[in-house]
Nanobody
Framework: QVQLVESGGGLVQAGGSLRLSCAASGLTVSTSAMGWFRQAPGKEREFVAAISWSAGRQYYADSVKGRFTISRDNAKNTVYLQMNSLKPEDTAVYYC??????????????????WGQGTQVTVSS
């Protein structure tokens, strides 16, 4: 049974940093496509970042490129999202997700099969 558990969210001032963690069980992150998405109130869930199984290639939404970094620790079976230079518009619930049966990244939330419970990130101005 696949389980994803996010942690690390919180309240931070604009310009600050947070690191989100996604601890996985029931799968191996090094052979899985892992993604981070976010959803603000009244908005659709949107792609933030993803890392592929092959060579750990990284993908980012334009809105976070240069500020956020996705990485994984294979020994801990955990994926991270380092968020720097945070802006109020980054405020959302952040979700970790993975795809079933493939290590290929997708940037649409509908392509992901397993989701964590989400962690709230609030950036004050």
């Amino acid at each position: 049974q696949v389980q994803l558990v996010e942690s690390g969210g919180g309240l931070v001032q604009a310009g600050g940093s947070l690191r989100l963690s996604c601890a996985a069980s029931g799968l191996t992150v090094s052979t899985s496509a892992m993604g981070w998405f976010r959803q603000a109130p009244g908005k659709e869930r949107e792609f933030v970042a993803a890392i592929s199984w092959s060579a750990g290639r990284q993908y980012y939404a334009d809105s976070v490129k240069g500020r956020f970094t996705i990485s994984r620790d294979n020994a801990k079976n955990t994926v991270y999202l380092q968020m720097n230079s945070l802006k109020p518009e980054d405020t959302a619930v952040y979700y970790c997700a993975t795809r079933k049966g493939t290590g290929v990244v997708a940037t649409t939330y509908k392509a992901y099969d397993y989701w964590g419970q989400g962690t709230q990130v609030t950036v004050s101005s």
